[in-house]
Antibody, heavy 118, light 107 residues
Framework: EVQVLESGGGLVQPGGSVRLSCAAS????????MGWVRQAPGEGLEWVSG????????WYADSVKGRFSISRDNSKNTLYLQMNSLRAEDTAVYYC???????????WGQGTLVTVSS | DIQMTQSPSSVSASVGDRVTITCRAS??????LAWYQHKPRKAPKLLIY???SLQSGVPSRFSGSGSGTDFTLTISSLQPEDFATYYC?????????FGGGTKVEIK
């Protein structure tokens, strides 16, 4: 069974940093692109970042470019999102997701909440 | 960037009703479109990929159609477990983008 499980969320001050992790199991991790999608309170889904299966190619939403960094460790079946220079508007539930056909997301975690507040 | 516009933003319907949600892309995306169902405090669930392909395990009352810029998600006979928010997503090019969502509520 495919599973992805996020961790690392919490309360962080504006301007601070946090690293999210996503532990994957039940599939050949390095064969699939992975992504992060977030949902701010009362808002819809927003794609944040994606990474290819081999980790060589990465992509970011304009709203996080230059502040967030996606990476993966295929030996540990783990995806990461390093979030720096955090702003109040980054407050959201962050979901880790596995790609299916193309950049469709066919398996999602339960999400981890990041709250940016002083 | 490709903008995705969903309509309506909300719909009230009864069990057994046919519900149709539309999604329009700001430029042509062929059939590179997916539909998701999202319930509060749950993981989003993939329903349809490449515009009309039903994801494994998803009931056949869900169907998708369209290509280019105009797409439709149809629920043929609404069931109690279908009350949720539905999103389209274009996967034609980065940055990937979602529609604003359509909330399906109980009438």
């Amino acid at each position: 069974e495919v599973q992805v499980l996020e961790s690392g969320g919490g309360l962080v001050q504006p301007g601070g940093s946090v690293r999210l992790s996503c532990a994957a199991s039940g599939f050949t991790f390095g064969s699939y692109g992975m992504g992060w999608v977030r949902q701010a309170p009362g808002e819809g889904l927003e794609w944040v970042s994606g990474i290819s299966g081999n980790g060589i190619s990465t992509w970011y939403a304009d709203s996080v470019k230059g502040r967030f960094s996606i990476s993966r460790d295929n030996s540990k079946n783990t995806l990461y999102l390093q979030m720096n220079s955090l702003r109040a508007e980054d407050t959201a539930v962050y979901y880790c997701a596995k790609t299916g056909t193309g950049w469709t997301f066919d398996s999602w975690g339960q999400g981890t909440l990041v709250t940016v507040s002083s | 960037d490709i903008q995705m516009t969903q309509s309506p933003s909300s719909v009230s319907a009864s069990v057994g009703d046919r519900v149709t949600i539309t999604c329009r892309a700001s430029q042509g995306i062929s059939t590179w479109l997916a539909w998701y169902q999202h319930k509060p405090r749950k993981a989003p669930k993939l329903l349809i990929y490449t515009a009309s392909s039903l994801q494994s395990g998803v009931p056949s009352r869900f169907s998708g159609s369209g290509s280019g810029t105009d797409f439709t998600l149809t629920i043929s006979s609404l069931q109690p477990e279908d009350f949720a928010t539905y999103y389209c997503q274009q996967l034609n090019s980065f940055p990937l983008t979602f529609g604003g969502g359509t909330k399906v509520e109980i009438k």
